[in-house]
């Protein structure tokens, strides 16, 4: 909460504040009380527009990752077997749920939807790197990474995450890509290196605010009679 909350809280505001001084410069631009406060809580609700995204569009991961906090701090109070036992419990049956459900139950379509089980192919790597001293020689390495990036490619391009879970066009080419970026066995330290860990330190604050700066340098190249590059 310490590492999320404040900057997504941050965000949020400046957005709000950003509709109520430039409304006309946002596509979604209709502040409802009951879903602003929902997005502050990291609760799913839906827009005026139907769309279930918070205020702040960016926000929507952050919604299944709150599921996931919770549902991993209730596993952690358990033993290791129980507590993953009940994390593999707890997202199945979200699923499910979200399979078995009516459209009209659009909660339970939103909170199971395939892409919670990326957070179990998580835990299962974490799992493996916590537990076994083997690691891949950086060719290896580069090998996962490179077939990861492909078959994001290839969803992508096949339009595949239209008719496929995002659970295969998003998570296995991601988790190919973690393997060969943490389980190599290369641990350079030079400035690169620590360029490089700086960049991942800052992952999540680059995330939430470069719509923002996407979209001032836009205003700035229009005022500026530069082309567009969307």
């Not at 979604?28 to 997005?39: E, G, K, R, W």
């Not at 994390?87 to 199971?112: D, I």
């Not at 490619?153 to 190919?176: C, D, E, N």
Request: contains cysteine; charged residues 10%; proline residues 5%.
């Amino acid at each position: 909460l310490i590492r999320v909350v404040p900057l997504y809280w941050a965000c949020t505001t400046l957005m709000v504040a950003s509709i109520l001084s430039a409304k006309q410069l946002i596509n979604n631009n209709v502040l409802d009380p009951v879903h602003l406060i929902a997005s502050y809580l990291f609760i799913p609700w839906p827009r005026a527009n139907g769309e279930i995204f918070p205020v702040f569009s960016l926000g929507w991961t952050l919604n299944y990752e709150i599921i996931f906090y919770i549902v991993f701090a209730i596993a952690l109070s358990m033993s290791r077997r129980s507590g993953l036992i009940f994390a593999f419990l707890a997202f199945s049956a979200l699923v499910a749920g979200h399979m078995a459900a009516p459209e009209s139950w659009w909660f339970l379509h939103y909170v199971g939807d395939w892409i919670i089980f990326e957070f179990l192919i998580g835990i299962a790597l974490a799992a493996i790197f916590l537990n076994t001293d083997r690691r891949i020689s950086p060719l290896v390495a580069v090998a996962f990474m490179v077939v990861g990036v492909l078959l994001a490619v290839i969803f992508y391009q096949t339009g595949s995450y239209t008719f496929m879970p995002r659970l295969v066009t998003g998570g296995i080419p991601a988790a190919f890509i973690f393997i060969g970026a943490v389980f190599v066995d290369f641990t350079p330290k030079n400035r690169v290196a620590r360029w490089l860990e700086v960049g991942g330190d800052a992952s999540y604050a680059l995330y939430l605010v470069h719509a923002f700066t996407a979209n001032i340098v836009a205003i700035i190249g229009g005022r500026l009679g530069l082309p567009s590059l969307v």
